[in-house]
């Protein structure tokens, strides 16, 4: 009994085996059948030719057939916007500036110089929104040699001349003084008078003690010196053009040059022009920035500023806002360590009693 059931235990766990090695065969050992490869047969894709741009066209500019090239889409990418024919777009002028393998589309071109006026400028379009441009005069000196170029980041310093004025004049003190004379005798050839102005050739002084008691008038030897400041007026801001914008020209139809026949090995050589320095650039600054500008740069009548404004260039990507302290005479001797030079029984002949002017607007050779 006991050796039947273990001949049906061992005839059981047989067969699981074989079960188990049928399934391992099928499944991971029976090579697998290779389909032969079946081609698709590709599908025709309709495209259509629309115009671009092969390089670069400014705004403005006379579109002709050398900066336009046509280039196959699929049909189904067509916009209504496009143009399919070259001469559709000869002839018409860029509103924008377009770049290469851009497609040519109506919001693209213009008809004539005209229509150009209704888009605003070039310029408008790098103005973020809520801040504004303004110019200001430049140098080599005050600009950093010409460095700073359109998207650069500069702070502007400003110089002033500060002098005390007269409250109820408004005029530089000291003021001019005179001397009133009272009215004369009844039996005077002159008629009578309250009071009348004499000599007026001074200005106003002060009395002082002399060394023995003996007060002195004291007359300044000099009109009043105005005290110089400097101070970062503003920071960050963004070059947003350096010198004149070009103006649209009106087009021109070229007359025909006469050809001149130059003997060969004396072909004129025209040396290339000089490059015009600018004298003017071109700020992004807040509006209240602006009018403090505008106020600086306010004239009198002789051509003279009220400020001198000077650019200092800052590095890339740099925007932080520094705290500065303003410079003066105070300033620089107590924080640079320049002392007062004492008074000497001897001195250095020739005495130096100005110092050379910086040559602002003179070239360098």
């Known amino acids: ?22 399934v391992i065969y099928v499944r991971f050992i029976q090579p697998m059948t290779i389909l032969p490869d079946v081609e698709a047969t ?18 403005g500019a006379l579109i002709n057939e050398r900066v ?27 509103r924008v500036d377009i770049e290469p393998n851009m497609f040519m589309t109506s919001g693209l071109i213009a008809d004539s110089i005209d229509d150009l006026t209704t888009f605003g400028s070039n310029a408008a ?67 009578r008078l309250t009071v009348k102005i004499g000599s007026k050739d001074y200005e106003l002084g002060r009395v002082e003690p002399g060394q023995f008691g003996e007060p002195f008038y004291v007359l300044p030897s000099e009109r009043q010196r105005p005290r110089l400041v400097s101070q970062n007026l503003i920071q960050n801001a963004v070059v947003l053009h350096v010198g004149e914008f070009d103006l649209p020209q009106p087009e021109v139809v070229p007359t025909p040059t006469p050809v001149v026949e130059v003997p060969a090995g004396e072909e004129p050589v025209e040396p290339p022009p000089a490059p015009k320095k600018p004298d003017l650039i071109t700020l992004i600054v807040t509006p209240q920035d602006a009018v403090t500008l505008n106020y600086l740069m306010a004239y009198d009548k002789n051509g003279l500023a009220s400020a001198r404004l000077t650019l200092a260039l800052r590095s890339s990507g740099d925007d932080t806002i520094v705290t500065t302290e303003a410079a003066t005479l105070d300033f620089l001797l107590q924080n640079y360590n320049i002392p007062v030079p004492v008074r000497l029984p001897f001195g250095i002949d020739p005495a130096i009693n100005t110092l050379p002017a910086r040559p602002e607007t003179v070239p360098a050779e």
């Open 42 to 59: 590709p599908t025709p894709m309709e495209t259509v030719n629309v115009v671009t741009t092969s390089q670069r066209v400014q705004r």
């Open 125 to 191: 379009l790098s103005i973020p929104r809520g801040m504004v441009a303004v110019s200001i005069p430049i140098d080599r000196l005050s600009s950093v040699s010409y460095a700073p170029q359109a998207g650069d980041h500069v702070n502007v310093i400003v110089n002033l001349l500060l002098v005390d004025l007269d409250i109820e004049f408004q005029t530089i003190l000291p003021n001019l003084a005179a001397t009133v004379i009272g009215p004369g005798p009844e039996d005077a050839e002159e008629p």
């Open 1 to 22: 009994m006991r050796r039947g059931r273990i001949f049906f235990f061992l005839a059981f766990i047989l067969i699981l085996g074989l079960v188990a090695l049928g």
């Open 68 to 94: 336009l090239t046509l280039v196959p889409i699929q049909k189904d990418l067509m916009l209504p916007v496009y143009y399919t024919d070259i001469n559709q777009v000869v002839g018409k002028r860029a």
